[in-house]
């Protein structure tokens, strides 16, 4: 299992989504996408489009206003 | 990480609290819609007119240009939307009206929504590829609304209701516009 981040921070939707995407097609099954954002809109985007495509994800807001998607590809 | 969740998502540790979920997590896009809706009604009712944006960033637009000597309302483009903006225009009130209070609300009020969320945050420019971008597209916005009457929020928004005809083209074309929109953001941006 490996962890990648993917930094997003200061862009705005739907880019984050779009790049995540790019990124997690060169990634394997159980490898986990980090991506840093400072837009609430891109977790509630990552979440949709997790459930659509079956991936695991968890949302953390380490800092206020800056936001942790953590995606495990299945 | 095995147990990861879609259903757990985490508001911090000590916000459990209803209140601080309602102002923290985004709502959804119906009721966004839906208040706006309302609340375009209620201004409608009050104040007599709709909610509009970028015709009072114009009106500060031309009054800058008039500081620096040139004469912008005696130009065709204001001549042809005499009846909007004479009364702005004759009174000299380009910088302080009724549609420079909407544009500061609407600041305002985004500014108390993060703040009440704990999110306000400064954005910083990634690089001089997204801040060569997003001049671009506001270039673009801006001189697309002026040619149309409206953005998407007078032209579109508060046209609709208006019962335009023009916002249903608005529509259309913001549609095919959008669809060009994502294909080179995916292509340039990413």
């Known amino acids: ?74 | 990480m095995g147990n990861l969740s879609s259903e757990a998502v985490n508001f911090g540790k000590d916000g459990t609290d209803a209140m601080k979920r309602w102002l923290k997590k985004p709502w959804p896009y119906w009721a966004g819609g839906v208040l706006l809706g309302l609340l375009n009604i209620l201004l409608l009712a009050v104040s007599g007119t709709v909610w509009q944006v970028s015709g009072g960033y114009l009106l500060w637009a031309a009054g800058i240009l008039e500081r620096f000597g040139l004469k912008p309302f005696q130009w065709d483009y204001f001549q042809s939307f005499q009846p909007r903006y004479a009364e702005i225009i004759a009174t000299h009130s380009v910088f302080f009206n009724q549609y420079t209070i909407l544009n500061l609300g609407v600041a305002a009020g985004a500014l108390i929504a993060a703040l009440l969320a704990s999110q306000f945050k400064l954005g910083k420019i990634k690089g001089w590829k997204q801040a060569a971008f997003a001049l671009l597209g506001g270039i673009l916005m801006g001189y697309g609304s002026r040619l149309t009457g409206g953005c998407n929020i007078g032209g579109f928004f508060s046209g609709i209701p208006s019962l335009s005809l023009h916002a249903w083209v608005f529509w259309i074309f913001a549609m095919a516009g959008a669809w060009l929109g994502a294909k080179l953001l995916i292509r340039f941006m990413t």
């Open chain 1, 1 to 74: 299992m490996k962890v990648r981040d993917l930094d997003c921070l200061y862009e705005v939707c739907p880019i984050p989504l779009i790049k995540a995407v790019k990124e997690l097609k060169k990634m394997n099954s159980g490898d986990v996408l980090v991506v840093h954002s400072d837009e609430s809109c891109v977790g509630v985007m990552m979440e949709e489009w997790a459930k659509q495509n079956h991936y695991s994800i968890q949302i953390e807001e380490p800092k206020d206003g800056e936001w942790e998607i953590y995606l495990q590809k299945p």
